[in-house]
């Protein structure tokens, strides 16, 4: 029984696990945004959660504690000054797991984990009325460039030959 075994493992040794937690949690900060497997998006939420909780108290042990996970200086500085601050007021779920369907190659299930403070996720939520389809229906649809037809090619003359 799996009774308080909560590691997801990766398939990867203890370092290499962590390092590709800490990696992944970097560039999330960095990007606010990253696109991985389902997997390690799974596995990756808690530690990152765990981040943005050191980054509201903002005092030294959590600095280093947090720098003793991520290993990146700037990475910890972008933690404390910019997306901890965004999560003051939320008292957790500061995260989300954005499911994408499957990878071409190998069928591995993708996601996004972004935050859910971050300042492009407001831009990508669609109003309720225009998702539904109640726009005014007086309004004119603007026009683009119209599609040009494909023409058929021109059959190339046969060349005769000539003696000469």
Avoid: W
């Avoid at 992944?24 to 990007?31: K, N």
């Avoid at 009325?129 to 046969?158: D, F, I, L, S, V």
């Amino acid at each position: 029984m799996r009774h308080q075994k909560k590691t997801v493992k990766l398939g990867r040794t203890a370092s290499h696990r962590k390092a590709l937690i800490a990696n992944q949690i970097c560039s999330l900060i960095e990007h606010s945004r990253i696109k991985t497997t389902l997997a390690k998006a799974k596995a990756v939420r808690p530690v990152a959660e765990k981040m943005v909780t050191l980054g509201k108290k903002a005092s030294l042990h959590s600095r280093r504690t947090a720098l003793a996970v991520l290993r990146q200086k700037d990475a910890v500085r972008k933690l404390f000054e910019e997306v901890a601050p965004r999560s003051a007021t939320r008292q957790g779920g500061y995260t989300r797991i954005i499911k994408l369907g499957q990878r071409r190659s190998d069928s591995a299930p993708l996601a996004f984990l972004e935050f859910v403070d971050a300042p492009h996720a407001e831009e990508l939520e669609v109003p309720v009325e225009k998702a539904k389809g109640t726009e005014t229906k007086g309004a004119e649809k603007p026009k683009g460039k119209p599609k040009a037809k494909k023409e058929k090619a021109a059959k190339p003359e046969p060349v005769e030959k000539t003696e000469g």
